[in-house]
T-cell receptor, first 116, second 115 residues
C-alpha cells in the first residue's frame, strides 16, 4: 500500500519570503501522479500543483513549484513570495496510475502560517 | 458551474440518531468520492463511485455507514446509528477522470458533531 508522509506538522514564514514544504512517499509503482492540495480556513480543498512521475521536469504554477526527486521518493513544494492568503493546511497526495482502481492517498498535512 | 455542493454545512446530532449527508457533483463528472477528515487520521477515502456504481468501499469504517448514488447528480452518505467517534468533516469530491492525474474537485465539506 502506498503511504505519504509529511514530516512538518506546522511551519511559518514571513510575508514575501520563500518556504518549502516536505513530502515523502512510498510505492512500488513506476508511474503515478503526485499532488499538492491547499485547504484554507474555509475548508475548501483546492489543487495547487500536480506532477507526473514520468516527467523529469519539475512542475511550476506561478509562485508554486515542486522539487520532485523520484529516486528519493521526495516531492517538496516551494512557495515563493509568500502571501497572507497562502495561510492554509497543505496536503501532499499520491495517485497510482496503474490498475483500475482510482484512489488518492493523502499525507497528514502541514499547517502553513504566513506572518505579516 | 457552482462546483460540488454539499449539505448541510454543519450537523449536530445526538448519539444513536440517523445522519444523512448530501452531495451534488459537478455536472458531467463520472467519479464521485466521499472522504472523512479527522485530526487523528487525516483525510481518508471512504467510498467512490464511477457512473453511479460503487467501485471501492473498503474505506467505509463499518456497517453503520452506507452510501448511495441514485443518479448522476446526487449522492448520500448515511450513518445509522451515529456515534460520537463519527464526529468529523465529511467531504464529497468529483472528477471527470478524462485522464490519469485529473484533478478532484472538492465540496466545502459537512462538519458533523455527534454528542
Amino acid at each position: 500500500a502506498q503511504t505519504v508522509t509529511q514530516s512538518q506538522p506546522e511551519m511559518s514564514v514571513q510575508e514575501a519570503e520563500t518556504v518549502t514544504l516536505s513530502c515523502t512517499y512510498d510505492t512500488s509503482e513506476s508511474n503515478y501522479y503526485l499532488f499538492w492540495y491547499k485547504q484554507p480556513p474555509s475548508r475548501q480543498m483546492i489543487l495547487v500543483i500536480r506532477q507526473e512521475a514520468y516527467k523529469q521536469q519539475n512542475a511550476t504554477e506561478n509562485r508554486f513549484s515542486v522539487n520532485f526527486q523520484k529516486a528519493a521518493k521526495s516531492f517538496s513544494l516551494k512557495i515563493s513570495d509568500s502571501q497572507l492568503g497562502d495561510t492554509a493546511m497543505y496536503f501532499c497526495a499520491f495517485e497510482d496510475s496503474g490498475g483500475s482502481n482510482y484512489k488518492l492517498t493523502f499525507g497528514k498535512g502541514t499547517l502553513l502560517t504566513v506572518n505579516p | 458551474d457552482a462546483g460540488v455542493i454539499q449539505s448541510p454545512r454543519h450537523e449536530v446530532t445526538e448519539m444513536g440518531q440517523e445522519v444523512t449527508l448530501r452531495c451534488k457533483p459537478i455536472s458531467g463528472h463520472d467519479y464521485l468520492f466521499w472522504y472523512r477528515q479527522t485530526m487523528m487520521r487525516g483525510l481518508e477515502l471512504l467510498i467512490y463511485f464511477n457512473n453511479n456504481v460503487p467501485i471501492d468501499d473498503s474505506g467505509m469504517p463499518e456497517d453503520r455507514f452506507s452510501a448511495k448514488m441514485p443518479n448522476a447528480s446526487f449522492s448520500t452518505l448515511k450513518i445509522q446509528p451515529s456515534e460520537p467517534r463519527d464526529s468529523a468533516v465529511y467531504f464529497c469530491a468529483s472528477s471527470p477522470r478524462l485522464a490519469v492525474g485529473d484533478e478532484q474537485f472538492f465540496g466545502p465539506g459537512t462538519r458533523l458533531t455527534v454528542l
